[in-house]
Nanobody
Framework: QVQLVESGGGLVQAGSSLRLSCAAS????????MGWFRQAPGKDREFVAA????????DYADTVKDRFTISRENAKNAVSLQMNSLKPEDTAVYYC?????????????????WGQGTQVTVSS
């Protein structure tokens, strides 16, 4: 079973940047889609970004497009989320997740393994 550990969250001011990282426990992660989701208090977990095994297929939620960049380094069993121009509405717990299916999925139910999450708080 893949274990995922996120890091890089924190408290920043609006307009700042943060880089989240997610480390997987085993190399088989390199075969799979990786996704980032977030969940704000009282809201459902929502899709942020996803990247396929090769890094050649990427998708973003409209709310983060042109501000966030997802990337992966299969040799290091890692995926990252570079977040620029942060807004207060980006405040949430951010989770990385692994999808063993073969096509893109934007619903949380489509992902099989999850990290514990890292808090991102953006002050105005």
């Amino acid at each position: 079973q893949v274990q995922l550990v996120e890091s890089g969250g924190g408290l920043v001011q609006a307009g700042s940047s943060l880089r989240l990282s997610c480390a997987a426990s085993e190399s088989t992660f390199s075969r799979y889609w990786m996704g980032w989701f977030r969940q704000a208090p009282g809201k459902d977990r929502e899709f942020v970004a996803a990247i396929n095994w090769s890094g050649k297929i990427i998708d973003y939620a409209d709310t983060v497009k042109d501000r966030f960049t997802i990337s992966r380094e299969n040799a290091k069993n890692a995926v990252s989320l570079q977040m620029n121009s942060l807004k207060p509405e980006d405040t949430a717990v951010y989770y990385c997740a692994v999808r063993t299916g073969t096509v893109l999925a934007k619903g949380a139910y489509g992902y099989d393994f999850w990290g514990q999450g890292t808090q991102v708080t953006v002050s105005s």
